[in-house]
């Protein structure tokens, strides 16, 4: 009898054609695997790196502001700022991201510094390199720093600087007619407002979150009348008071002479009062029981003699910064003058000036911070030298 053997050997070699081709299947498969992972492995490192390489800039910046803020500035710049990167250069070195992988990492590298002598304003440009196990990645950054050179000892600034407060302000809340508050009221304004003919104001309490611009005479009258502006008070006309509180988070400028009367008033005053005493004389009744306290300078325009103000007496005015005497047709200022001024104008001096009367004091301790509510932070340097340095990053390039 015969044997058949066809139908077996076909079966076999059926099944290992299959047995080829799950193998090779399979293996096409697991490296196509294998190559997606490490593709995600390295796109997670490179993605990692990068973040490292932000986190480099922020430390930087963060670096540089404490550094500026700790230090003073040198005479030079130049040196001071090196020697600032190398400090932060040595806390980048120092700096551990992570414990469990200390191959992750940045570098501070090749930093260009351009410095404006004049302005003090100072220009780095750095690139930070950031470190994954296996991928780095760089971040060229540019840090601006401004404010690091002191003002000059005089501080002063042009006629014309001070006349830019007579712009009426671009925008805010206008009243064409005189306004009067005198009933009692308590009045808040969000925005600047614009009085076109002037204002009164008696026994109310008004508030302006902006600055207030009164373009005829504005009357305190007897009261308790109390006005607080956020932003600066401009009056191209008389201001009088007789008793009113009166405080500013900004400057002051009047420009038709100031007239206090007899009665009890606070003026506080922030940043500069500018009084323009070329029309009008200013006056201050002699038996006024009033505190005026500016915490910036006081500046008296177009001065054609040395009476500055009339009737001071039973008080004092008291400066934080520093008196400029402006005279009529000249461009530059008597800056704390000395000579026969009425009223007189000394510096502070904690023994003399506890018994003077009716004397202009400048460089007066600043005692008398006051907060507006509903202002943001008033500005209390103004009477200072130093300005407070600003640190920004202003490019980044990937």
């Given at each position: 009898?015969?044997?058949?053997?066809?139908?077996?050997g076909?079966?076999?070699?059926?099944?290992?054609?299959?047995?080829?081709l799950?193998?090779?299947?399979?293996?096409?498969?697991?490296?196509?695997?294998?190559?997606?992972?490490?593709?995600?492995?390295k796109?997670?490192s490179?993605y990692?790196?990068?973040?490292?390489?932000e986190?480099?800039?922020?430390?930087?910046?963060?670096k540089?502001?404490?550094?500026?803020?700790?230090n003073?500035?040198?005479?030079?710049?130049?040196e001071?700022?090196?020697?600032?990167?190398?400090?932060?250069?040595?806390?980048?070195?120092?700096?551990?991201?992570?414990?469990?992988?200390?191959?992750?990492?940045?570098?501070?590298?090749?930093?260009?510094?351009?410095?404006?002598?004049?302005?003090?304003a100072?220009?780095?440009?750095?690139?930070?390199?950031?470190?994954?196990?296996?991928?780095?990645?760089?971040?060229?950054?540019?840090?601006?720093?401004?404010?690091?050179?002191?003002?000059?000892?005089s501080?002063?600034?042009s006629?014309?600087?001070?006349?830019?407060?007579?712009?009426?302000?671009?925008?805010?809340?206008?009243?064409?007619?005189?306004?009067?508050?005198?009933?009692?009221?308590?009045?808040?304004f969000?925005?600047?407002?614009?009085?076109?003919?002037?204002?009164?104001?008696?026994?109310?309490?008004?508030?302006?979150?902006?600055d207030?611009?009164?373009?005829?005479?504005?009357?305190?009258?007897?009261?308790?009348?109390?006005?607080?502006?956020?932003?600066?008070?401009?009056?191209?006309?008389?201001?009088?008071?007789?008793?009113?509180?009166f405080?500013?988070?900004?400057?002051v400028?009047?420009?038709?002479g100031?007239?206090?009367?007899?009665?009890?008033?606070?003026?506080?005053?922030?940043?500069?009062?500018?009084?323009?005493?070329?029309t009008?004389?200013?006056?201050?009744?002699?038996?006024?029981?009033?505190?005026?306290?500016?915490?910036?300078?006081?500046?008296?325009?177009n001065?054609?003699?040395?009476?500055?103000?009339?009737?001071?007496?039973?008080?004092?005015?008291?400066v934080v910064?520093?008196?400029?005497?402006?005279?009529?047709?000249?461009?530059?200022p008597?800056i704390?003058?000395?000579?026969?001024?009425?009223?007189?104008?000394?510096?502070?001096?904690v023994?003399?000036?506890?018994?003077?009367?009716?004397?202009?004091?400048?460089?007066?301790?600043?005692?008398?911070?006051?907060?507006i509510?509903?202002?943001?932070?008033?500005n209390?340097?103004?009477?200072?030298?130093?300005?407070k340095?600003?640190?920004?990053i202003?490019?980044v390039?990937?």
């Open positions: 009898m015969k044997k058949k053997y066809g139908e077996s076909s079966t076999l070699i059926i099944v290992l054609i299959s047995i080829t799950l193998m090779t299947i399979g293996t096409v498969i697991l490296s196509q695997s294998i190559t997606t992972a490490k593709q995600k492995e796109t997670e490179i990692r790196a990068t973040h490292i390489a986190m480099g800039v922020t430390y930087v910046m963060k540089v502001e404490g550094y500026v803020d700790e003073p500035p040198t005479e030079n710049l130049a001071y700022v090196t020697e600032m990167f190398n400090e932060v250069d040595k806390q980048v070195d120092q700096y551990v991201i992570d414990s469990e992988h200390p191959n992750r990492k940045f570098s501070l590298d090749q930093v260009d510094i351009s410095i404006d002598n004049e302005s003090g100072v220009k780095a440009t750095f690139t930070i390199v950031g470190m994954d196990e296996r991928d780095e990645e760089a971040i060229k950054a540019t840090v601006e720093i401004n404010g690091l050179i002191e003002d000059d000892e501080g002063n600034k006629i014309e600087d001070y006349n830019k407060l007579l712009n009426q302000p671009d925008s805010g809340e206008t009243f064409d007619e005189k306004v009067e508050w005198k009933k009692n009221e308590q009045i808040k969000d925005t600047n407002i614009i009085l076109n003919n002037g204002g009164y104001l008696k026994n109310s309490k008004a508030t302006v979150n902006g207030i611009y009164s373009d005829e005479d504005f009357t305190f009258d007897s009261g308790s009348g109390e006005l607080k502006v956020c932003g600066n008070s401009v009056f191209t006309k008389q201001l009088s008071l007789k008793t009113a509180t405080h500013t988070n900004g400057s400028y009047v420009k038709d100031l007239n206090i009367e007899n009665g009890e008033s606070d003026i506080y005053i922030n940043q500069d009062f500018i009084l323009d005493v070329g009008n004389t200013s006056s201050i009744g002699e038996s006024a029981s009033i505190d005026i306290h500016v915490n910036g300078n006081l500046v008296f325009l001065v054609k003699e040395d009476r500055l103000l009339e009737g001071l007496k039973n008080t004092n005015i008291k910064g520093d008196v400029y005497v402006y005279y009529q047709g000249k461009e530059e008597v704390n003058p000395n000579g026969n001024f009425t009223p007189e104008i000394k510096e502070y001096n023994d003399r000036n506890k018994k003077e009367k009716g004397t202009i004091i400048y460089h007066y301790p600043n005692q008398a911070d006051i907060f509510d509903g202002c943001s932070q008033p209390n340097d103004q009477g200072k030298k130093q300005q340095s600003i640190v920004e202003t490019n390039e990937y």
